[in-house]
Each structure stands twice: as C-alpha cells, then as structure tokens.
C-alpha cells in the first residue's frame, strides 16, 4: 500500500502518460482517501485492475489537500454568517420556464434523443446536492433575485459535495466569483487556474517540482494539471456580475465547455444573455422561490431573546401578517422579508439587538414602499453590528466601507484585495505619493546616519547638520524622483501581485531555484543603475550647493565617476539578494486556503529578509574596501549604511506589493480620511462582524446587494 503525506507529494515520473487517466468512474477500488485531523492518506487505488500512475496519485494528492482546505474554509465562513444559527432558512425552488432551459434530451445526454422526460428538480437547501447529482449532465443554472439565497445555497452546495467524496478522484467543487471574469480575453479554464493558483499558491508550482501532476492543456501547474484534467467542479456564482456587454460572450465561453458546473445567476441578466445567443447547453434550469409566511413563522422567532415566557418581539409582528395580509404594511413587509438576505439584515437588527422594536417596520409613514424598507435594513445593518464603537468612529465606518465598495466599483470586481486598494486612485498621484514616500525614507535615513560621521570629520555640531540634511534631501529627492517615474512605468495600469511565497531557511523549492540566474541579472542591473544615478546627482547637488571652487563639468566628472564606483558596489550587492532569495523561498502550503492576513504576514516577511540581505551584502562589500583602505570610513557609513539602508527601504516602499500598500493604504489614504489608520485591523473586524466575507486571499462583502447600496450611499453629499 503506498501512502503520501500531507504536503508531501508521490514521486513523479515525466514519462508517465496523462492519457492513462480515464476520468473520475472507478470500476475497482481497493483503497479511499481518508480524513484524519492534519494528515491525508491516499492509498492505492486501482482503475482497470491496475495500480494508479504516479501522475494520477499526484492529481489525488494535491486534490485532497485542496478539498480538505475548502471544507475547512467554507465551514468556517457558514458558521461566521450564521447561516445554520439557529436553523438554516429553507431555501427553495422549482423548475424555470422551458425557455431558460435546453432540450431535456440534451440533459439526459441521449444520443439519439430518445430518453426526454423531464426531471423533478424542485428542492429545499439540504437537497441541493441531490438534485444536482439528478441530472445526467451534471450541469445545473440557480436563478433567483437579489439576496434571494444564490450564495447560501453555492455554499452549501460545495460543503455537501465534498463530504460525499468518496474516493481521490472525484472531482473538488470550487467556488469561484464570476464579477471578475472576462470571457473576451480569458478562458473559463485558464481563468479557473488563475484563480486557483491565487488563492492557493502551492498549485502555482510548475510541473517539474518533484511529485507534481503533469499540466493540462491551460497550463504547466498544479492548478492547471487539476482543471485541465477535470478534477475541479466549479461552483461559477454571479454570472449577472460579469461586467456589462460581456454576458453574451460569457455564455457562448460556456457553452464552448461541457463540464458539469454550477451556475447562479439572477433571472434577468441570465434571460438577456439567453435571448442573444442559446440557453447554456445541456443545464437544467431553476428558479429561487420566495420565502413563506410559515418560514418566516419558523426562523425569526428562535433567533431572539424572548419577550414573555411564550412570545419574543417578533410575534406581534407575525400576527399582523397573518392576520391581515392584506393590510399595506402587511404587503410592503412581506415583500421585504421574502428574500433570505433582508431576513438575515432584519436578524441582525432587531433579533440580536435587545433594545430595538421590529414592530416599526409595519410603520406605513416612515415606510411607504417596499424600497424605503430595504434602505431602512440596509442602512441601520452597519450601525447595528458596530454599536459597541464610540459614536464618532461609529459615524466614520459607513464613509469607509462606501469607499471600499467605490474601489471595487472602479476596478469592476467583487474580490476587495489589499494589494489593490490604492490602484484606483489617479496615476499622477499615486506616482507622487510613492515618490515622496521613498525620497523621505531615504533622505531621513541619510540625514540620520550622516549627521554623526559629518561632526565627527571637524564640520562642527549644526553645520554638520546643515550639510547632512542637503545630502539627505538630495539624495532623498534623487532617489524619489527615481522610484516614482519608475513606479508610474512599470506599476500605473495594475498594482503588483503579492508574492506568494514564505521565507525558509532550510531551504526553497526547485522551482524557485530556477529563479537565480534571472534575479541576479535583475540585480545587477537595477542595482548599478540606482548607485550610478544617486551618487552622479547628489554629488552634482551638493557640489553646487556648498562653495567649492569647480566647475559645472568638473562637477558632473567627479559625479560619474563616484556613481560608476558605487555602482559597481549596488549591483553586484542586489543581485546577489535577489538571487540568493531564491534559494530561501517556498510557496505557501495547500493546506489552508491564504487568508489575507497570513498573505500581507508573508509578504512583509518576505520583503524584510530582502532589505536585510541588501543591507548586509551592501556593508560587507564596502567593509572590504575601507578594510583595505580603498575608501574612507565616513564613505563605509555612506555607501553601506545609507545606500544599503536607505535604498533598500526606497525599494521595498516602491515596487513590492507590500510596500505600496504601506505607503498608499497605510499612510495616504488614512492622512486624506478615506480610511483609518489601521487597515488591517479594520478590514479583519469587518470580517468578524459579518460586513465581508473571506474567498481565499480576498474579501468580498457580505452581499453584491450591501456592496452596492453603501457606494451609492458614500457618493450622496454628507
């Protein structure tokens, strides 16, 4: 029996033909994955009467550690929206207009169009996964209204799926947010892989790391080897979130595909798209129902405190319900409380709250419209759950999180990503602020470092100071200048990725190993082009500042040829950090999904042990040189303290993922009031409140719907 461990793959054999896999139906099995705590055992599984590849138990191996990261990930998102607290609402369905719907001979995959009967698709929640496996496709559409249960229903869907996965091979159900997808420039699967190898960044690992699956058509990863041979079943939610005028072509895109899926969508948005081109081929099609009387009867009630032995505050509100349904409060109420996202908003107002009446919604003045109740939910959800906040950082959160929600509007996606969240502002002023950001972290390093070692040369106490803040701020400016122009080239469409890769000192990956080569010419470069510049015009600088007796093109000689010197010193020193990262890196574990705060820790960590291998390499080479007496003392502190120090800061805060975010999320947009000064710690409080949601590396808000009425609400004059 063979065993593989968890993040630990079989070894892998390049000559081992993918073609031997025959698809996920095992005609004999001797062995089943099973789950234990940590540790995953895939145990030999035979197809045919044969032994299963290497290839095939490689695929097993990282499918499990995939499917045991979501089990724990969606579990944990389910319980934090109380989906199942007390009881979970019972969202229903029933079958959709023929129209929406493909040729039941098509659904029952009949090739000769014999078999034709229509299924029975209508179901409750906990039968989703039942009528899913009902259709021969595979292949199901779930439309409904807004907040009418489509993600409730994707989630549970997914958990269901991968608790009866009965062996390695079965597919994983992933659930992936369409908003971001562009059918006109990406295809479903590549965009699959993408979104896999983001959020799990060990399936980004190419197919030469050792035990790895050999790569499916879309690519040479993991991620690409599991969607490229159908070990993904993907769980597609919002397909009326792809952006306008891309629905059509989105539709056709999965049509060109006939892997069983699952697919939420609200009806009008999937109807246009069907109107323009063809149903999505071989897809039974349901349709969301509205939530009963009795449903409302069963939930609200248990979710509060009771008012009297026998009755809690929502019982007088029941009553008039039922008792007159007609009554115009009555209908507009109703209406309201039909979809499970304004029960939810309504719990959270009223049920979880011991000081508030339900009974105001039945107020015909203050609400006179279906529509003016649902902005009453809406606007007091976000009040509610901060109500334990003073009053004036109570009134801030609701001008924070709507400028969060105009971000995602102007990026045109529902994913909220750290790395991102200073993108949407002007080029121009993004340039500036990277630019001032890295000329002070500069400047204030040289000014500090060259103060002490400028008195001690006999300039005195304040002229030394005079003369190391001008060589402070000109080569703070220089380097500013520097980072900026070449921050707004190379980084002013898109922010950058985070690495997704942890510091090891024990060593890094094969895969990574690759990278030295490359990063030391990076290095090399980079690094003698910033030497060469910075001391070229601060020598210029200050030789023009200070009265010295030379000459402009004295100036700018004596300048080339300092830079030349220095460079020769930056560059060998940065490629040899950039190269030798490679050797300390490995991409983060498949076993956890990477929430964005362990993401936004690794990055950090990553970019620190890069500024202190720079800083170490950059003194050890100029102590060589003052050692054998080459240069001056007062040029060691110069080139290896402030160049290494300074210049290594000026990089980090410039072009990493994680320096920008500190210089345009952490200090920016807090200094102008777009958002507090803590971040992190606001956007993970969100999360526990219930305001976002987790989808690997990023956030979402809880529902498109809140995401929506807060942007609109941040745009109205204060």
């Not at 229903?153 to 562009?182: E, K």
């Not at 910075?534 to 300048?559: C, D, F, K, N």
């Not at 202190?612 to 290896?640: K, P, T």
Request: proline share 7%; with cysteine; glycine share 8%.
């Amino acid at each position: 029996m063979t065993k593989g461990r968890r993040g630990k793959d079989p070894a892998y054999n390049p000559e081992d033909p993918p073609s031997s896999y025959e698809g996920p139906t095992y005609n004999t099995v001797s062995g089943a994955a099973t789950v234990h705590g940590s540790v995953i055992q895939a145990h030999t599984v035979t197809i045919g009467g044969r032994p299963r590849s290497r290839f095939e138990k490689a695929l097993d191996n990282d499918a499990d550690l995939l499917a045991e990261s979501l089990r724990n990930q969606w579990r944990a998102e389910e319980e934090q929206c109380k989906i199942r607290d007390p009881i979970p609402l019972l969202v229903r369905w029933r079958s959709a207009p023929d129209e929406l719907m493909d040729h039941w001979s098509n659904i029952h995959r009949s090739p000769d169009g014999s078999v034709c009967q229509p299924l029975s698709l209508a179901g409750r929640l906990d039968e989703i996964l039942e009528v899913h496996r009902r259709i021969p496709s595979r292949r199901l559409v779930v439309l409904g209204r807004a907040g009418s249960g489509k993600t409730i229903l994707t989630i549970r869907f997914v958990l269901d799926r991968l608790a009866a996965r009965g062996n390695p091979a079965d597919p994983v159900p992933v659930l992936f947010s369409l908003a971001s997808w562009n059918p006109s420039t990406t295809t479903l699967r590549r965009w699959m892989t993408g979104q896999l190898e983001r959020d799990y960044p060990r399936l980004a690992e190419r197919r030469d790391q050792p035990g790895l699956a050999r790569a499916g058509p879309g690519g040479s990863t993991r991620a690409a080897a599991l969607v490229g041979n159908d070990r993904i079943l993907p769980v597609l939610d919002g397909f009326d979130e792809i952006a306008d005028g891309l629905h059509r072509p989105a539709l056709e895109a999965l049509n060109d595909t006939d892997m069983p899926l699952l697919l939420t969508s609200r009806r009008t948005e999937y109807a246009a798209a069907v109107a323009g081109t063809r149903v999505l081929a071989s897809a039974a099609v349901v349709e969301l129902t509205a939530l009963s009387l009795t449903d409302l009867d069963n939930y609200l009630p248990r979710t509060t405190r009771k008012a009297t032995p026998t009755s809690t505050v929502w019982d007088p509100v029941l009553k008039h319900l039922r008792d007159h349904p007609r009554h115009p409060a009555s209908v507009r109420l109703a209406t309201v409380l039909a979809t499970p996202l304004m029960v939810a908003l309504a719990r959270t107002i009223y049920s979880d709250t011991p000081d508030r009446d339900p009974s105001v919604l039945l107020d015909t003045d203050r609400f006179r419209t279906p529509e003016a109740l649902e902005d009453h939910l809406l606007d007091n959800f976000i009040p509610t759950v901060y109500r334990d906040q003073p009053p004036a950082h109570r009134a801030r959160i609701p001008h924070q999180l709507g400028y969060l929600a105009q971000h995602l509007d102007r990026l045109g996606t529902r994913d909220l990503a750290w790395w991102q969240l200073g993108s949407t502002l002007p080029r121009s002023s993004r340039m500036c602020v990277i630019g001032l950001v890295t000329a002070l972290a500069f400047g204030l390093v040289d000014a500090l470092l060259m103060w002490p070692v400028i008195w001690h040369l006999g300039f005195g106490l304040v002229p030394g100071l005079r003369t190391a803040l001008l060589n402070g701020a000109s080569f703070g400016s220089t380097c500013g200048l520097g980072f900026g122009l070449v921050y707004g080239l190379r980084y002013g469409k898109a922010a950058p990725e985070p690495s997704r890769v942890r510091v090891r000192l024990l060593g890094g990956t094969k895969e990574m190993h690759k990278e030295i080569v490359p990063r030391l010419v990076i290095g090399l470069i980079g690094g003698y082009g910033f030497g060469f510049m910075a001391w070229t015009v601060s020598t210029l600088v200050i030789g023009l500042a200070e009265p010295s007796g030379y000459g402009l093109l004295t100036l700018l000689a004596v300048g080339a040829q300092t830079g030349l010197i220095d460079g020769l010193l930056y560059g060998p020193a940065a490629g040899l950090t950039f190269a030798l990262m490679a050797l300390f890196e490995a991409p983060i574990d498949i076993e956890t999904a990477v929430s964005p705060p362990a993401l936004l820790r690794a990055n950090r960590a990553t970019v620190l042990f890069h500024l202190l291998l720079f800083v170490l390499f950059i003194v050890l080479a100029s102590g060589i040189l003052c050692w054998a007496q080459l240069i001056r003392f007062a040029d060691w502190i110069a080139i290896g303290g402030v160049g290494g120090l300074g210049g290594g800061l000026a990089y980090a805060l410039s072009l990493t993922a994680w320096g920008q975010w500190v210089s345009l999320s952490r200090i920016w947009l807090p200094l102008t009031g777009r958002l507090p000064w803590t971040v992190h710690a606001f956007l993970k409080d969100a999360h526990r409140r219930g305001v976002l949601r987790q989808s690997g590396a990023v956030y979402q808000f809880r529902h498109a719907r809140l995401q929506d009425h807060l942007a609109h609400v941040s745009r109205m004059p204060r």
